[in-house]
């Protein structure tokens, strides 16, 4: 789809496609800019290996960066001659850059001892770089910062607000979620004011997915214990607009009763990487009686494992309020005739609702 809307500019020269998210709470190479130029420099001369004598030359490195070494100057320069390359060789680039706002450049002097730190204006600056270029385009979002908005928003015709184009898909998705529920839909019916409280979410929600999503979930908790019209606008109207705020407020939110065990899986979820194995009955029931009676028998049944999976996803679902959630994974090599209870336990995953919730939840306060 991206490459057939580039088409018309392309034409007949190769397209390349690169892109780039700053992550704030990574490694210095996600949020840095050093870190932005290796990941352009990787997927260019990943497609076109010719360009890396002629982009690196006969280059004295200064700093390590994997097994090879190479100060912030050498780096730039690379990508110049990159460029170069690109443009004599009828190559045209397409580079995204999401989260502006991510970047963040502390402790980058670890890596690189003798340069000074960036500073936003510098990224501004290397961004520039690209103005110029006919055969490159450049593709880059953030948060609405003011110093991305007075470099980059002010350019009629060649800036937007996401928030103004996923208005529709966001009363969509609340229509899916909210109206669709058969006691909401009851409701509605008898009390216009639940319309409003729809159309109230979707303005409230400024576009933002994550934050409609979270917000559905507590109304819908709120239908369920039967909150009146008047309980859910004021539920509404207290949420937090920031995702932090929201995941706070959902924390206050959980039952005291609950509040020991979802520690323990928030903490959990919090240090575990992404490459290890997250299938987590054990790992959640590890101090629960019920699973370790049953797995001290000398045998357990199939039906006793479909019940822990069962347990433990309402568990996690009831104790995390959807900071967390269950999903069932495929597992490679599992053979095809294996009995669903195992099928089921074996596949299972807990993982964080979104990555900002592990962001939040490695954040020291």
């Not at 502390?106 to 990224?123: G, N």
């Not at 319309?195 to 908790?221: C, M, P, Y």
């Not at 994974?329 to 995953?349: H, N």
Request: proline content about 4%; aromatic content about 8%; some cysteine.
């Amino acid at each position: 789809m991206l490459r057939d809307k580039l088409r018309p500019w392309s034409g007949q020269d190769k397209l390349i496609v690169a892109h780039h998210y700053f992550w704030r709470y990574g490694m210095t190479l996600q949020r840095t800019l050093p870190g932005l130029i290796w990941s352009i420099l990787y997927q260019i001369f990943s497609q076109c290996p010719d360009f890396i004598e002629r982009a690196l030359g006969q280059t004295q490195p200064s700093h390590t960066i994997g097994t090879q070494t190479f100060s912030d100057r050498i780096l730039q320069a690379a990508l110049r001659n990159t460029l170069a390359a690109a443009a004599e060789s009828d190559i045209r680039l397409f580079i995204l850059i999401d989260g502006l706002d991510e970047f963040d450049d502390r402790d980058a002097t670890s890596m690189h001892p003798p340069m000074r730190r960036s500073d936003e204006r510098d990224l501004i600056d290397f961004l520039h770089v690209f103005d110029d270029l006919p055969h490159v385009k450049l593709c880059i979002s953030s948060r609405p910062e003011n110093i991305f908005k007075d470099s980059f928003g002010q350019r009629q015709g060649r800036s937007f607000y996401m928030h103004e184009l996923t208005r529709d898909d966001i009363r969509v998705f609340v229509q899916q979620t909210l109206e669709e529920d058969s006691t909401f839909k009851r409701l509605a019916l008898e009390d216009l004011g639940y319309k409003a409280l729809v159309n109230e979410l979707i303005d409230v929600a400024n576009g933002v997915f994550l934050w409609v999503h979270l917000a559905s979930r507590s109304l819908l908790q709120g239908i369920t214990d039967a909150d009146r019209i008047s309980d859910l606008q004021r539920t509404l109207r207290s949420l937090p607009l920031e995702l932090d705020g929201m995941y706070r407020y959902i924390l206050g939110t959980i039952d005291l009763k609950y509040q020991r065990s979802a520690a323990i899986m928030l903490l959990a979820m919090s240090r575990i990487s992404p490459e290890q194995p997250s299938e987590l009955p054990v790992f959640f029931y590890g101090d629960d009686q019920e699973y370790t009676d049953i797995m001290s028998k000398h045998k357990f049944t199939l039906q006793d494992l479909a019940r822990v999976n069962q347990s433990m996803s309402r568990r996690v679902n009831a104790h995390c309020r959807g900071l967390l959630e269950v999903r069932s994974d495929p597992v490679e090599g599992m053979p095809t005739r294996v009995p669903a209870p195992l099928l089921g336990i074996t596949s299972t995953r807990v993982q964080v609702s979104h990555r900002t919730v592990k962001e939040y939840l490695m954040m020291t306060e």
